[in-house]
């Protein structure tokens, strides 16, 4: 299957800082990532679809500015927290569809801001 | 629009007793369903898949789901636990059957003991 890899799997960050997050699709070139929030005990919820060579699709309540999605090439999406401030400490995972019907999921960011 | 709920926040067995975690849905048009098994501190790692076929599906690590369409179901099944089953569980939808913009119930904590 798809191997996704996430980096890095956990980050500290002070308040204020801007933290960037890599989902590479290692044996897929994927036109379309898609990244997800897991809050504590809490299930994921799609934050974004990052579409390659165009502007990511944002879920309703999730800020375009304050989570800034670049998909430059097909194997490559990035998450940038900018400003990050403690309510966004969370778990990020991506996910890549290789076309059929199964999702393969990075395994996950971890971001703590102190 | 669609959701998925899984009414156990955790469940309990013992080894060697065969389990269920459950699994509802609610969607508008033909269901495409999964269930994923995920690790402390990782990505989601994937178990089955329903999306069109025999109601019995068979995934991973020995584990099952029983597509129930009159009671809009799809519980995970195994026959016999292992203590290395404990995980978060999560039953999950898509709007389409390629496994894109999944939403996912809020996870169920599987807890087997020896």
């Known amino acids: 299957g798809a191997v996704v890899s996430q980096h890095p799997s956990w980050v500290i960050c002070k308040s204020g800082t801007s933290v960037k997050i890599e989902c590479r699709s290692l044996?897929?070139?994927?036109?379309?990532m898609f990244w997800y929030r897991q809050f504590p005990k809490q299930s994921l919820m799609l934050m974004a679809t990052?579409?390659?060579?165009?502007?990511?699709?944002?879920e309703q309540g999730v800020e375009k500015d304050k989570f800034l999605i670049n998909h430059a090439s097909l194997t490559l999406s990035t998450l940038t927290v900018t400003s990050a401030h403690p309510e966004d400490s969370s778990f990020y995972i991506c996910?890549?569809?290789?076309?059929?019907?199964?999702?393969?999921f990075g395994q996950g960011t971890r971001l703590t801001v102190v | 629009a669609q959701s998925v709920a899984q009414p156990e926040d955790q469940v309990n067995v013992a080894e060697g007793n065969p389990l269920t975690v459950k699994c509802t849905y609610s969607?508008?048009?033909?269901?495409?369903l999964f269930w994923y098994v995920q690790y402390p501190n990782r990505g989601l790692q994937f178990l089955l898949k329903?999306?069109?076929?025999?109601?019995l599906v068979k995934g991973s690590y020995g584990f099952e789901a029983e597509f129930n369409k009159s009671q809009t179901s799809f519980h995970l099944k195994k026959p016999s636990a292992l203590v290395s089953d404990s995980a978060l569980y999560f039953c999950?939808?898509?709007?389409?059957?390629?496994?894109?913009?999944?939403?996912f119930g809020t996870g169920t904590r599987l807890q087997v003991t020896l």
């Open positions: 996910s890549v569809n290789r076309g059929g019907t199964e999702a393969f």
């Open positions: 044996d897929f070139q994927a036109t379309t």
């Open positions: 990052s579409n390659e060579g165009s502007k990511a699709t944002y």
């Open positions: 969607v508008s048009g033909n269901p495409y």
């Open positions: 329903y999306i069109t076929g025999d109601n």
């Open positions: 999950a939808g898509g709007d389409t059957g390629t496994a894109s913009k999944l939403t």
